[in-house]
């Protein structure tokens, strides 16, 4: 757009040949030669700064108007366009016969200020306003380039091609003057940008390459190529394209030449011929190329041997490119190819893992490097991809959070932010995961025109971090948009089904149904309908609907009787059957059934567990035995083998085997993978055995007591600070209290009721027990200290008793220990005492009554 070098020597022959200058003071005329000579060399400062101080020592002069005109040029070819306008605007009025001049060149500083609109109207009020000027032609080609540049193509077009225009007489006229084939090019732009394909090749055709500038028949052989491409004409484009490189090697120009092969190879990837644009494009592989072309070439280059199964090639291609340019501008593009190419390769052949660490070499030798490039989010978001795969989480997390902070807006960003949600996922921060993964939704709802390929997978993200979070009305709003987006993604039925699945695990069943029938009514022949029907029975069965949910299972059986989750549905139609009453006979029926046919499955464990306990509570001690041994003989892996263990021992303690009970809790006291909780309880029941156990030493009746107390013992040291520690004391209590030792005892059951660690059950229990030993100890005494224990056994009792937070268990034992009590020492009433018990405890009743009949009668 700026002025021609011709122009401002011919203003300045007119000048210093008009004989103006003669007429001045010979002082005026040596100050304007000279600024008028520092102009002509390019000087442009001095010439500026010359300028100015003629126009202010001479201001009357006649060659003022054109000093400012000529600093005002000066100030332009320095970059300074707002001084510029400044000037032209003070001085127009004095402008006289440069009054055109003015304001070419204040259109001209517009231009380069930016200011387009305007300065197309300021060319266009020169072309209207001096109807004598040369400069008419030029102000309208560059009112139209103005225009160009805000994009407003149809008024580029309705100025050029105005028949009455100045513009059309002169190609009528002259069209072989350059200004005419620079206006026709941008009338060929602009029919282009408004989709008249066929106007733009008129316009084109219409220019003869012999007669224009070699730049303007390079735009016009390429804007041929364009208009073919944007047609539809590949065969037309390639033809056009032969011709565009043509151009470029008879110019010798490199950049012309690069920017016709990036051109030719984008024709021949639309033609499909990918090796041919893979070659191509290998050509821009040079130095020669610009910086960004040849940044294209690296990127297809990798790109499209991709698409070929050519990586190994095009890793040799831009090895060879790095080792013969070595300080290429486009070595980080170069790097970055190549780390993705062996990325691709891992991922073609995930065996290969040795292509991983080679991508994270060459995006390490990137960063060393260019660190700063504008490549480096892409680099980043690679580098997070070998991470994940490698399964190096919290690295990867930090990589895919550098790309979010380094790539620009754009599909990659969305999708690094996306991945970063991913792994705080994996990390278990559900709330980061989330956030993230909203951030993208919403990007991407503000971008209509982009819909990634993984859109679903984010949204089925979504939904598991709100399921995570026991965010239903979030992770409801995730299913919806994903039916509503991706109808036919395989993640929408699974989001459904997932989405239900959630909400039986957060206790609403009638919702869940809703959700799961929405997947059988879509998708009645989906895969995962047995799953959705599996888990409506399951919503039965929180509803405590046995029989519906039996009818549910024997539904699914009849429907899906080869499905592999045929197991599921046979265990829980057993489940819900044990609990259906009148059932559990058929249950255990349905259980045994189970473990016959599915010894392997996963809940084959449970189905013995359910038998086991069958027998348990039927006090059947001896089949539970048997079923608990089952488990842990049978599915020594399973989790429940231990606690089977455990069970074993206590239903040998049920059938009075107490020596068979130490056996089981002892051999899992001494099992170093016993899970500690369990080794605590076997410690416990050990204990208990014991204390039922009669000794094998008669010389020692009390042995087993004492060992018992060991046992207890032990559990006091490993656990002095916590409830088993207090427990443990009350149940050496009572190891004494049965040995005699009633000293031992009493502080055994004062370390539980002074324990802060002790709840109230325990307490209770103690304080009763302490009573008991009170009691025995008096029976060793007479008299007035018999009495006195006496009466404090009673308190023990009573302060139980009377304890409105006291557990009932033990509010009732202590009631039947104190009665007697009560009327032996003469303390009360025994009979308002039993009225008392009634009250409390009604179910008692017919005991507490004969317990009265036995009372003496009262004395008067």
């Known amino acids: 757009m700026a002025f021609r070098w011709r122009w401002v020597l011919i203003v300045s022959v007119l000048v210093l040949g008009g004989g103006r200058l003669f007429a001045a003071g010979a002082k005026e005329q040596q100050a304007y030669a000279a600024a008028v000579a520092a102009f002509q060399d390019e000087m442009w400062s001095r010439a500026e700064t010359a300028f100015d101080q003629f126009v202010k020592k001479y201001p009357e002069s006649t060659n003022a ?108 006229t002259d069209p072989a003057n350059e200004l005419v ?25 219409r220019l003869n390459p012999q007669t224009l500038a070699p730049e303007q028949a390079w735009q016009q052989a390429y804007l041929l190529c364009q208009n073919k491409l944007a047609a539809g004409d590949l065969n037309a484009a390639f033809a056009a394209t032969t011709n565009l490189l043509q151009i470029a090697r008879q110019q010798n120009d490199a950049g012309k030449l690069a920017a016709g092969l990036t051109f030719q190879a984008e024709v021949l990837e639309k033609m499909n011929r990918t090796d041919e644009a893979l070659a191509v494009y290998r050509e821009n592989l040079t130095n020669n190329a610009p910086v960004e072309l040849q940044r294209q070439a690296v990127l297809k280059v990798a790109e499209l041997a991709i698409g070929l199964n050519q990586s190994t090639n095009a890793e040799q291609a831009l090895e060879n490119f790095l080792e013969q340019f070595p300080n290429s501008p486009a070595e980080d593009a170069a790097l970055l190819a190549l780390g993705e190419l062996h990325l691709k390769d891992y991922i073609a052949q995930p065996s290969a893992t040795n292509q991983l660490q080679t ?73 980061g995961a989330l956030q993230n993964y909203r951030t993208v939704t919403d990007a ?41 987006l991706y109808p036919d993604s395989e993640l929408t039925d699974r989001s459904l089904l997932l989405l239900g699945q959630g909400y039986i695990d957060h206790d609403e069943p009638e919702t869940a149904r809703d959700w799961l029938e929405k997947l059988i009514a879509r998708a009645p022949d989906s895969p995962l309908r047995p799953d959705a029907q599996l888990a409506i029975a399951r919503t039965h069965e929180q509803q405590a609907d046995w029989a519906g949910a039996v009818t549910d299972y024997d539904d699914w059986l009849a429907r899906f009787p080869t499905n ?132 094998s030493d008669t010389n020692n009746p009390m042995a087993n007591l004492q060992l018992a107390t060991n046992v207890f013992g032990q559990i ?45 059950a325990l307490r209770n229990q103690a304080q009763v027990g302490l009573g008991i030993v009170l009691e025995k100890s008096a029976a060793q005494l007479t008299g007035t200290n018999q009495a006195a224990v006496l009466q404090l056994a009673l308190q023990n009792y009573a302060d139980v008793f009377y304890d409105v937070q006291a557990d009932s268990f033990w509010k009732k034992k202590a009631g039947l220990q104190a009665l007697p009590l009560v009327e032996a020492l003469g303390a009360g009433s025994p009979d308002k005492f039993i009225d008392t018990m009634e009250i409390l405890f009604p179910q008692a009743k017919d005991s507490l009554e004969k317990k009265r009949a036995a009372l003496p009668p009262a004395k008067n």
């Open 564 to 695: 592999d989750l045929r197991p599921n549905a046979e265990y829980y139609r057993a489940l819900a059957s044990s609990f259906q009453a009148g059932r559990e006979t058929n249950a255990f029926a349905l259980f045994n059934h189970f473990v016959v046919l599915h010894p392997t499955n996963t809940l084959a464990p449970l189905a013995q567990w359910w038998v086991a306990d069958h027998f348990y509570r039927a006090g059947e001690f001896v089949g539970a035995e048997t079923n608990y041994e089952r488990i842990y003989q049978d599915w020594p892996a399973s989790d429940l083998a231990y606690p089977a263990r455990l069970m074993a021992g206590r239903a040998a303690m049920g059938r009075l085997g107490y020596s068979d009970a130490k056996k089981y809790f002892t051999d899992l006291i001494n099992d170093t993978n016993c899970p500690p909780d369990l080794g605590v309880q076997a410690r416990f029941a050990c204990g208990a055995a014991l204390m039922h156990l009669e000794s």
């Open 444 to 484: 991407l709802a503000g971008w209509p025109e982009v819909k990634p390929p993984w859109g679903d997978q984010l949204l089925y993200q979504s939904l598991r971090a709100g399921l995570e979070l026991r965010d239903m009305p979030g992770a409801s709003n995730a299913v919806e948009e994903l039916t509503r």
């Open 359 to 431: 991508a994270l070499a060459r995006f390490d030798l990137f960063f060393d490097a260019y660190a700063n490039s504008p490549l480096a989010g892409k680099a980043y978001l690679d580098r997070g991809w070998c991470l994940w795969y490698l399964d190096q989480i919290p690295e990867s997390l930090q990589a895919f959070r550098a790309a979010t902070n380094r790539l620009p807006v754009s599909e990659d960003l969305a999708f690094a932010r996306f991945k970063l949600g991913d792994a705080l996922f994996r990390l278990n921060d559900y709330a």
């Open 716 to 760: 006091c040291l490993s656990y002095p600070t916590n409830h088993l520690g207090a427990r443990a004391w009350g149940e050496i209590g009572d190891c004494d209290q049965q040995m005699g030792d009633y000293a031992s005892a009493t502080n055994a059951y004062a370390q539980v009721i002074n324990s802060p660690f002790a709840d109230d």
């Open 181 to 205: 084939a620079r206006g026709q090019l941008l009338l060929a732009q602009a029919l282009f940008a408004q989709k008249d394909f066929a106007g733009e090749a008129t316009v084109l055709n």
């Open 65 to 172: 108007p054109e000093a400012v005109l000529l600093q005002a040029q000066a100030e332009f070819k320095q970059g300074k366009p707002a001084g510029a306008l400044v000037l032209l605007n003070e001085r127009k009025g004095n402008a006289g016969n440069l009054g055109d001049q003015y304001a070419y060149w204040t259109g001209e500083a517009q231009a380069q200020n930016r200011d387009f609109t305007n300065a197309a109207e300021t060319f266009a009020a020169l072309a209207r306003d001096f109807p004598l000027s040369p400069l008419r032609l030029r102000a309208v080609v560059e009112s139209a380039s103005a225009w160009s540049q805000t994009g407003d193509w149809p008024q580029v077009i309705s100025l050029l091609q105005d028949a009455a225009g100045i513009f059309q007489q002169a190609v009528r």
